[in-house]
């Protein structure tokens, strides 16, 4: 069957930012859906966004409210969202109880007030808050009534072109052989989880007829905006990979480029490893300058520090952040408010990426922003990171991250998190003693697809920011931080950070 | 915290009063104005809230209202939410004016528990629902103001 011959499925805003990309473009219309989830997860606000954002003179919604919270205080906290518009209310919002129907008829009696309501207003949407406490109804009765009556409204809602949504308070065990589930076109499931401290919100398309969902849990948070998603694919899915350029990036540092066959390879995701002290930040913070010397954009994102402080940091190794902070062409990110899921912080981040066309990305650290999510979002943190740094560097933008390392002098890591295999490349930064002296000193241990130096060289942190010295001769174990000396001539160069004083 | 009524929603209610003074038949009593603007709001906050919403706000405004104004004394809340006259019909009669003034602070009640609830916009885009030239000033302000 061709495309022209197939019936188009014409797709309706949910009103919820993130949410229509997740449902593969918005809601289905004339679709009949549910929306479930335990109390308190948001499925009254999802419901109100949804009629919020589809309500028209032309196209009213009805929203039933049967049983649940009084409708009266739903609107006193409901218009407390900024989605909330007061005007459509009675007027392309009608508000309808049900209670009494409910409480006092047969099933057949509430079918036929909703009948009446949607034939005499003729809705593009209709809600039914809580339909639970209506299906509760035919407990008593069979099980067969509980099906004609779903079967029905739903044919019903679907001949007078509504798009319907029925909220219910549901446990995934009820789904099974419920006919509620098996009559709806879509189920949407809220999760709050409750872990340690912090509180993860998470909603799935459990099913979704005629149009293909981005499957998987995706984080929300329900702000002053209402209801707010995060797809798990962060927006990228589909996205097309740019061909990978040949173009080499500096570093800022040259004799870091030279190390590196000529600079980083554009579009590679770069670890910068090493223990606390080492300088990570300062050759991050190279890199960025260098960019923005060139007329590129960039983004950083920082978990350790503030964004006041990094630019004072830059500037007192006369690297100059700022012209192009006010020109627009970086944006310092400061993330660390306490329980953000990792899928929100990528989000961001990559905002912020699409907002200035950044080319170079620096997060600064991975640790850190591990440590900035709530402990719920930390096993998804590496398959989340992982999506993001493949995405963008798909997209071209390169990106530094740095990783702190314990100092072991037993052990030589690339990363306590196990994020090496994030990187394209990698540079460690270590501590030596030598003679005494805790002396710093850095290898490339990997750059992929191209050749690098295979040198160990002492660097130093100077007024001039990173200095590369020579390779480091005359010492075995270097990597072990407790080197041997095989020749004490070679012991007579000065580390590149000896205080100026003493030159 | 429950706001009292203010002055901007006694002349709301007066208002509405009036209007439905004029609907009455002259030799009707005065609290039955306040009768009628109550049961057009039932009708609407049924819909919406519920016979059992609206019944619980309307015995609530009744019951502060009663505070004010004892002609209000013989007022009764019935299953549906409608009020109802109790008394003996000659103690209408002999009251007109302390049933006005009672039937005012009872639709005054009624639209500050609706503020309190669910907002100023809100409650006047109820009223004027049913009232289209209802007019509109701050109910939230303290200040009179002649409408």
Not at chain 2, 29 to 37: D, L, Q, W
Not at chain 2, 51 to 65: D, E, F, K, N, P
Not at chain 2, 118 to 132: A, E, K, M, S
Request: hydrophobic share 40%.
């Amino acid at each position: 069957m061709s495309e022209q011959d197939k019936v188009k499925i014409h797709k309706l805003p949910t009103g919820v930012p993130g949410l229509d990309e997740i449902m593969g473009g918005g809601l289905p219309e004339l679709s009949f859906n549910i929306i479930a989830g335990s109390p308190g997860t948001g499925k009254t606000t999802l419901g109100h966004q949804i009629a919020f954002a589809n309500a028209t003179p032309e196209h009213p919604a009805l929203y039933f409210t049967v049983l649940g919270e009084p409708a009266m205080k739903m609107l006193r906290y409901q218009q407390q969202f900024t989605f909330f518009d007061q005007t459509k209310v009675n007027n392309t919002i009608r508000f309808i109880n049900l209670s009494q129907f409910v409480l006092e008829k047969d099933l057949n009696a509430v079918m036929a007030q909703i009948a009446k309501e949607v034939e005499g207003t003729s809705p593009g949407i209709v809600v039914v808050d809580s339909f639970r406490t209506v299906a509760r109804k035919t407990q008593a009765a069979s099980e067969m009534e509980l099906q004609a009556f779903v079967q029905n409204l739903a044919l019903h809602l679907a001949s007078w072109q509504a798009t319907t949504f029925l909220l219910g308070e549901y446990t995934e065990d009820e789904m099974r052989g419920n006919p509620v589930f098996t009559v709806a076109d879509g189920l949407v499931w809220l999760y709050q989880i409750v872990e340690r401290n912090a509180v993860v919100r998470k909603l799935q398309i459990v099913k979704l007829r005629g149009q293909s969902s981005v499957p998987g849990m995706h984080t929300f948070r329900i702000t002053e905006a209402g209801l707010e998603t995060f797809s798990r694919t962060l927006g990228l899915a589909g996205k097309k990979e740019k061909e990978r350029s040949k173009r080499r990036l500096s570093t800022g540092i040259a004799e870091l480029d030279k190390m590196m066959g000529g600079g980083i390879p554009e579009g590679d995701s770069i670890l910068v490893s090493g223990a606390s002290g080492t300088g990570k930040s300062l050759l991050a913070t190279h890199f960025i300058a260098e960019g923005l010397r060139r007329g590129e954009s960039a983004i950083v994102a920082v978990f350790e520090e503030r964004p006041r402080g990094y630019m004072e940091r830059a500037k007192n190794f006369n690297l100059d952040l700022e012209t192009a902070q006010k020109a627009g062409r970086l944006d310092i990110l400061y993330l660390r408010p306490l329980d953000l899921s990792v899928d929100e912080t990528l989000h961001e981040i990559l905002e912020a990426v699409r907002r200035v066309d950044a080319k170079r990305l620096v997060i600064d650290s991975v640790a850190g922003f591990e440590m900035a999510l709530a402990p719920g979002f930390r096993t998804d943190f590496r398959e989340s990171l992982y999506r993001m740094i493949s995405a963008l560097t798909g997209i071209g933008v390169t990106i530094l991250s740095t990783v702190e390392v314990e100092v072991s002098f037993t052990a030589f890591r690339f990363s306590n998190f196990s994020v090496s295999f994030l990187a394209d490349d990698i540079i460690r930064l270590n501590y030596v003693e030598i003679d005494g002296q805790l002396r710093k000193i850095l290898m490339i241990i990997k750059m992929r697809g191209s050749g690098n130096s295979n040198d160990i060289r002492e660097y130093g942190i100077t007024s001039k920011g990173f200095i590369i010295g020579p390779r480091m001769k005359g010492h075995r174990g270097l990597i072990t931080k407790v080197p041997e000396s095989l020749d004490s001539s070679a012991q007579e160069e000065e580390p590149p950070d000896k205080p100026k004083g003493e030159e | 915290m429950v706001n009292p009524p203010t002055p901007a929603m006694r002349n709301l209610a007066l208002w509405l009063l009036a209007q439905e003074a004029n609907a009455g038949k002259p030799s009707e009593i005065k609290m039955y104005a306040a009768f009628r603007v109550c049961e057009k709001l039932r009708r609407r906050l049924s819909t919406l809230a519920g016979v059992t919403g609206y019944r619980s706000l309307i015995s609530r405004a009744l019951t502060l209202a009663k505070k004010e104004a004892p002609s209000l004394g013989e007022v009764q809340v019935k299953e549906d939410g409608s009020l109802e006259w109790t008394g003996a019909i000659e103690l209408q009669q002999g009251m007109d004016e302390a049933g006005k003034e009672g039937g005012a602070v009872l639709v005054t009640q009624l639209l500050g528990l609706l503020v309190t609830f669910i907002g100023q916009t809100l409650t006047v885009r109820l009223v004027r629902d049913l009232w289209p030239d209802a007019p509109f000033e701050d109910m939230n302000s303290e200040t009179e103001k002649e409408l």
